[in-house]
Every structure is written in structure tokens, then in C-alpha cells.
């Protein structure tokens, strides 16, 4: 199982991914972790990358591609895997199309998971406090909707063409939504 989770941020695509990815033992590839996890080690690529997390930019496509091309090629990602946060941009989907095709790979399924933009802020806000992420501020919460908006929705329509979308709506309870997401993929 090849998977890409898609919504804007506080759509739940950590949750939800982390729970799908126990269930079909496939790891679970969030480039929002793995950059924060850069951040915290305070490594070349975590000191790139952090200037624009903090503002809620997008990291450059060559810095982002790069990582993801490295980190499918492990072994534990033969067997399947779970993206989250990638790919936010269409040059990233050109990019992850690339890597899979070299490969004889292709993706299996794109879940969006549909949230009201109110409720995602009031989870941001919430999020803030209990985690303390430095990008959970209201204005960065702000610029990072607009940018989902601008760069990553119109993807959503490049995977509906290809017939692998599946649109799961976020604003259930967790379970809730997690089993809407495995009969949907397991019918
Ligand atoms: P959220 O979806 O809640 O905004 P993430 O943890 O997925 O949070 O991402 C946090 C930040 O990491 C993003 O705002 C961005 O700066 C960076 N990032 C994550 N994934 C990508 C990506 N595919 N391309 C560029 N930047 C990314």
C-alpha cells in the first residue's frame, strides 16, 4: 500500500496516518516530522528548513525532494508507506511520480480528509498550547492555510484525475474518521 494524506494543516493527517499506519505495518513519513526532528538536532538541513516552518512557508522543493527520495529508498518503505505533508506542491507530485516509476512503483490511494477552515484554527489554537509548536501561532496559522490554499488544493484535483482520490471528511471523532479511511481503502 502506496499512501499520500491530504488537507490542510490540523485536518488531522498525523492522527490518521499514524493510526493507519499501525494497522498495515507501513511506515508513517510525515516531512513535517522528519523536518522538525531536523530542527531539534539542529542540523544543516534543520537550520534550512526551519526560517521558513517558522514563517509557514513551504521548505524549497529541492531541499524537500531530496529528503523524501532519500528516506523512500530505505528498506522499511519497500513494502508500502504512509506520506504525510508530501507532496504539497506539483512540482513535488512531478518528483514523487519520478521516484515511484524508477522504482515500477505507483500510488495506491490520495485520502483528503475535508475539515471546516473554522474548526481547523480552533485545533491549531489548541494544538498551540498543548504542544507549543513554534508555527501554531494565529498569524503563521493563518499564512499556512493561505499557502495550502494557494499551492497544495489545486493537487487535489491532479489526483481526482487520476482516479486514486478518496474523500473522507476529518470531522469526526478519531475513530470515527480512521474507520471511514480503512473501509474506504479495504472495502
Ligand atoms: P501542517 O500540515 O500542520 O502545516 P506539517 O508538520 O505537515 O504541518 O508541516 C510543518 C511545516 O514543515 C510546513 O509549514 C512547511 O514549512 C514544512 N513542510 C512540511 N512538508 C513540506 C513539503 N512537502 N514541502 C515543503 N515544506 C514542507
Redesign the pocket.
Known sequence: MRIVFMGP??AG?GTQAAILSRLFGIPHI????I?RANVSEGTPLGIEAQR??DA????PDGV?NAMVRDRLTHGDAQPGFILD?????VE?VAELDAMLRSSGQKLDAVIELTVDIDVVVQRLVQRAAEQGRP?DTEDVIRR?LEVYAEQTAPLIAVYKDHGILIRIDGLGDIDSVSNAIASAINP
Request: proline share 9%; charged share 25%.
Open positions: 494543516p490540523g493527517k510525515s516531512t513535517g516530522d523536518f521558513y516552518m509557514g512557508e513551504y521548505v524537500t505533508g508530501y507532496p504539497r506542491t513535488q508555527d499556512r
